[in-house]
């Protein structure tokens, strides 16, 4: 199992970004959540088996995530035992 904080940067707020990274985390059956920062930014927290959490993350890195995205830090993070994946308001 593998747990991610991901730091999107980058015109990803207004666009439907958390909806789509809703929709892929559900499919690739992840759990965590994703939500907006005041500085415009996408935190994501991504839990799940090894591969599924590195497709998100190709996913993220590719052109079908929606806006633009300029930066993808990304963290090891403490698996909390999600239930589901998320947007947080």
Known sequence: MACKKVLITGRVQGVGFRFRCLEKAKEFNLKGFVENQIDRSVNLIISGTDGKVE????WLKSTHAPGHIDNIHIHEYP???FDEFKINY
């Open 79 to 81: 698996d909390d035992n």
């Open 55 to 58: 497709q998100m993350i190709h």
